[in-house]
């Protein structure tokens, strides 16, 4: 994703409609973003830095996905398009924290003051708009904000294009490659409980690769999905190291071979491919194979 260091004036971050491309296989598919692709920029703040950002809500009058209008905090009196920006794990005052019934339609935008009081960590900000959430998140309202502080720069971790994001989710599609949404049935109360979609996509791309060197890389992990749980390991049971979950670091890495995350969880991964030069491995979720990391040679 675009990489965003803020400077003394608000950043400006618009939620908007785009056409991208999931696979090489898959049609142009719909999706709401907050920004030019499907992944929204990374914002990366420090800490006791206070930071502004202007949310602008540039999205359609109408939704493409199926609004249940006798869901709380909907109706047929309220604009179908509503949105609310909630930057998850931040420590931010009431204003300023994206409530569900603080939302704002296409053509207006909130400011936000976020003080960054907290140590370094990996925070999201995603869509909290009030019998919306879920819809608005699967078309594509999550992005992520790393806050780094001077014991993390101590640490001298990976960082740079040593430091990838992945941010991990489900959907389902139809036959022209469009998000589909499952409903009850009934035109009057379409909303379904939580389902699991077809489809697992990293940084909104279906089994993608990434080129990486033989050294020690720095993953940024987020389940940005609506309910799904992810188990990911790696091929052959390549051990790796956590340093850091929701909040911030560890006290000490932990070496694992497998990790399970929740919806909304984080993890701060460590893989080291000095020894795979040459060779293919994959990031694996259950016996699905969803990332596929290509070494170089020495």
Not at 128 to 142: E, Q, S
Not at 192 to 207: M, Y
Not at 290 to 298: E, G, K, M, S
Request: net charge negative; proline share 8%; charged share 20%.
């Amino acid at each position: 994703p675009q990489r965003v260091v803020p400077g003394s004036h608000p950043l400006r971050v618009t939620m908007r409609e785009i056409r991208t491309k999931v696979h090489r296989d898959v049609p142009m598919t719909r999706m709401w973003s907050y920004g030019d692709t499907p992944l929204g920029p990374l914002i990366e703040g420090r800490s006791g830095r206070p930071l502004r950002v202007e949310w602008v809500n540039s999205l359609p009058q109408k939704h493409f996905l199926p609004v249940d209008f006798s869901l709380h905090g909907c109706g047929h009196d309220i604009p179908e398009v509503r949105a609310v920006v909630h930057l998850h794990g931040a420590k931010a005052a009431t204003k300023d924290d994206g409530y569900p019934e603080s939302w704002y339609v296409p053509g207006e935008s909130s400011l936000c003051h976020y003080p960054l009081e907290q140590e370094a960590a990996m925070l999201w900000y995603h869509d909290h708009a009030m019998g919306l959430n879920r819809l608005n998140i699967y078309a594509g309202l999550a992005g992520m904000m790393v806050v780094r502080d001077e014991h993390e720069d101590a640490l001298h971790l990976p960082s740079g294009k040593y430091e990838i994001p992945l941010i991990f989710y489900d959907r389902n599609f139809s036959a022209d490659g469009q998000l589909f949404y499952p409903t009850s049935g009934d035109p009057e109360h379409p909303w379904v409980p939580e389902f699991a979609g077809d489809a697992i996509l990293l940084n909104g791309k279906i089994r993608p690769y990434v080129d990486v060197e033989p050294r020690l890389y720095r993953f940024r992990v987020l389940n940005a999905a609506n309910s799904r749980f992810f188990a990911i390991s790696l091929s052959h049971k390549k051990p790796f190291h956590q340093i850091g979950t929701d909040q911030g670091l560890l006290s000490a890495p932990v070496q694992l071979t497998s990790l399970n995350l929740a919806p909304a969880e984080r993890a701060d991964l460590l893989i080291d491919f000095s020894d795979c030069a040459g060779q293919h491995l994959h990031l694996v979720h259950g016996a699905l194979e969803v990332l596929q990391f290509r070494v170089a040679n020495r």
